[in-house]
């Protein structure tokens, strides 16, 4: 009888997972274009990208996803009924949820690009142009990997609070694992029991994360002189 | 669009208001006190010390505030003798159990971020208060103290900021700060779009607020660790 519950309630964590990848994808897409526009030599493109990154800054996630899920649809079906076009729209709590995780940690993931894309000496650019290597292989052989270390322990950050911040999209009325665990609780008048199964779960995707962003930090940084002994 | 229901809610938006920052400045107070003595224990020679509070950041680090919120707020009553004992009308308040979930929350990353910022002190500035014979009070006060909190300043920031963002999550357990009054009108009123962008107008003037705040504070204490210009 319980041990169906906390079947339920873990088998939703994929959902939350699923939330997770693809926010971070997209978060990911953000952020490199971001950290692209940031550096332009276009004005009103940087002027966009600063509205856009203290704007998410300023508001809190919550409010963000009810802004997304509730506000904007709103806001559209209004100005649609005002052009008298006869159409609805309305968001999934899993779209709304996937696109405001990406465009806050996009904000987050531009940041920690820009900062890495900076940490590259020109030097070494000029010499791959001095080699003769085109843009897209100056980009793949000698920015990337760079980049990857010294983006890591923000990209780690961004992923961590991500995954955390998956949680709130429960209350949207996703069917995630923080959703379910709210369900047991209430089916089963064990509610500590429930939510410390979810937080077991979010504790266990933080652990294994560090673990394995750790690993690809040791990979990333092989080339690196640490001090000599 | 109907902006006038905005302006006949003014009243309770200020309200929300002084709630939300209520629920930052005393959890960010108390949490200052209790990170300063555990970021000064962090590193410490006794193993099982360092430990507990390595575990201790770990686990509130890394679950969500909501289930945390949830876990006092509703877990708690799972428990009979509790519910039993004097101290259960406090425990069933929502005010104080947002207040316990936000001071044990805040007081993890804060301890963290202290922490870190020891971390990055030479070692000979120690060596040096050692060799002066300062006691480990004195040295706590003059050097470590000092060194901890200009250093961490900015981080230290962004974590107010998101300790004043962190406490619209109090609106799910009822309370009416500025997203719980936002909530509220829009199921009064049916709408949807006026009372969350008022909301998110609050939210975006507090942070700018904090912002300047800690720019002042950070250009008044830590100008020192910038690199001399021209």
Request: proline content about 4%; hydrophobic content about 50%; glycine content about 8%.
């Amino acid at each position: 009888m319980l041990s169906d519950y906390i079947t339920t309630v873990l088998g939703a964590g994929w959902v939350s997972l699923q939330l997770a990848f693809i926010s971070l994808v997209l978060a990911v897409v953000i952020g490199l274009l971001g950290a692209l526009c940031k550096r332009s030599e276009h004005r009103v493109l940087r002027y966009l990208l600063a509205i856009y990154t203290t704007f998410v800054r300023g508001v809190p996630d919550l409010v963000l996803m009810l802004l997304v899920f509730y506000s904007l649809p709103a806001l559209l079906n209004q100005s649609f009924e005002t052009l008298g076009w006869d159409y609805q729209v309305e968001f999934s709590p899993f779209a709304a949820g996937c696109a405001t995780l990406g465009l806050i940690f996009g904000a987050y993931m531009t940041e920690t690009f820009r900062g890495a894309l900076q940490g590259i000496p020109h030097g070494q650019i000029e010499a791959a142009q001095a080699y003769g290597l085109g843009r897209i292989r100056t980009f793949h052989s000698i920015v990337l990997p760079q980049m990857i270390r010294l983006a890591l322990p923000g990209f780690t950050n961004n992923w961590l609070v991500m995954v955390k911040a998956t949680a709130l999209v429960s209350l949207l009325g996703l069917q995630d694992i923080m959703f379910r665990a709210r369900g047991a609780a209430e089916a089963t008048g064990k509610p500590f029991t429930f939510y410390l199964i979810a937080g077991g779960f979010y504790l266990a995707i933080t652990v294994l994360s560090l673990l394995a962003l750790a690993w690809v930090g040791r990979r990333y940084s092989m080339g690196v002189r640490g001090l000599s002994r | 669009m109907s902006w006038d229901v905005i302006f006949e809610n003014i009243g309770r938006f200020a309200d929300g208001a002084k709630l939300t920052l209520l629920l930052m400045i005393i959890p960010l107070a108390i949490a200052f006190v209790l990170s300063v003595a555990l970021a000064l224990l962090r590193d410490s020679p006794r193993l099982w010390l360092r430990s507990l509070i390595g575990g201790y950041t770990l686990v509130f680090r890394g679950t969500p505030l909501l289930i945390q919120l949830f876990l006092i707020y509703y877990g708690l009553a799972e428990f009979d003798l509790l519910r039993e004992s004097f101290i259960w009308p406090w425990l069933s308040s929502p005010l104080i159990c947002v207040l316990i979930a936000f001071v044990l929350n805040t007081t993890a990353y804060t301890t963290e971020i202290f922490a870190g910022g020891l971390r990055h002190l030479p070692p000979g500035e120690i060596e040096a208060a050692r060799a002066y014979g300062l006691s480990p009070w004195a040295q706590a006060k003059r050097i470590l103290l000092p060194a901890m909190l200009t250093r961490s300043l900015s981080l230290y920031g962004n974590e107010t900021i998101m300790m004043l963002h962190a406490t619209s999550l109090a609106s799910t357990i009822t309370l009416m700060e500025i997203t719980g009054v936002a909530r509220n009108i829009t199921l009064n009123y049916y709408i949807q779009f006026e009372p969350y962008v008022t909301a998110g107008c609050i939210y975006l003037v507090l942070t700018f607020i904090l912002v300047g705040c800690f720019r002042f504070a950070e250009w008044r204490w830590a100008a020192y660790m910038q690199p001399r210009r021209g």
